[in-house]
């Protein structure tokens, strides 16, 4: 079935650094979420994208739909303690099926 | 407003006993999926429901599992008999409907089947 590739899994960075991770799809997708989850608790939505070429900032978060419209990309500037924890983007596709696919997860850890 | 909620947070069961989650979506919202959280296959949807009726199961991984939705404020997925690998965190999400909506979720039921 349908896959979404998410990278890197995982990454260390420093705080006060930039990061970016990125979600590729083996389809064309119409839209992308990307969800932040904090351990024992459900996935919170962070951003919406809806059209080819789209970018959208939640306050230090910037997310792009890509032009082919088969990936993703979540950049973080700044990154602070708060912003450990587990990344992920979801897609639906142009099938029709209404099912939104989940990505594996990238696992952020800040060092301070 | 109330987000999606879910309920028990935590469910420790024996093997072969019933397990019945609960879930009740944001008010307004039409469209219910139900999802399991593991490490080794991530997030899997297990089913979604759209104006109360179920529109695909194929995510149900047997018969043992099943879900209900009998009114646009309730759902509930049941699993019997419950089996060890059936641990796992269940989590429900809604949405206003279908096709490219956002899509809310719950904080999860964390199964434990021993």
């Known amino acids: 079935g349908q896959q979404l590739n998410q990278s890197p899994q995982s990454m260390f960075i420093q705080e006060g650094e930039d990061v970016s991770m990125n979600c590729t799809s083996s389809?064309?997708?119409?839209?992308w979420l990307w969800y932040k989850q904090d351990p024992g608790e459900g996935p919170v939505l962070l951003i919406a994208?809806?059209?080819?070429?789209e970018l959208t900032s939640n306050g230090r978060l910037t997310a792009q739909f890509g032009i082919t419209r088969k990936d993703s990309f979540l950049n973080i500037s700044a990154s602070i303690p708060s912003d450990v924890g587990i990344y992920f983007c979801?897609?639906?596709?142009?099938?029709?099926?209404?099912?939104?696919?989940f990505g594996t997860g990238t696992r952020l850890k800040v060092l301070a | 407003d109330a987000g999606v909620i879910q309920s028990p947070r935590h469910e420790v069961t024996e093997m072969g006993q019933e397990v019945t989650l609960r879930c009740k979506p944001i008010?307004?919202?039409?469209?219910l999926f139900w999802y399991r959280q593991t490490m080794m296959r991530g997030l899997e949807l297990l089913i979604y429901?759209?104006?109360?009726?179920?529109?695909?199961d194929s995510g149900m991984p047997e018969d043992r599992f099943s879900a209900k939705m009998p009114n646009a404020s309730f759902s509930t997925l049941k699993i019997q008999p419950s089996e060890p690998r059936d641990s796992a965190v269940y989590f429900c999400?809604?949405?206003?409907?279908?096709?490219?909506?956002?899509?809310?979720f719950g904080s999860g039921t964390q199964l434990s089947v021993l």
């Open positions: 994208l809806y059209k080819a070429g």
């Open positions: 429901f759209n104006n109360n009726v179920p529109i695909d």
């Open positions: 999400a809604s949405s206003r409907g279908l096709g490219n909506e956002k899509l809310f």
């Open positions: 008010s307004g919202h039409n469209s």
């Open positions: 979801a897609g639906t596709s142009t099938s029709g099926t209404y099912k939104y696919i």
């Open positions: 389809s064309i997708f119409n839209t």
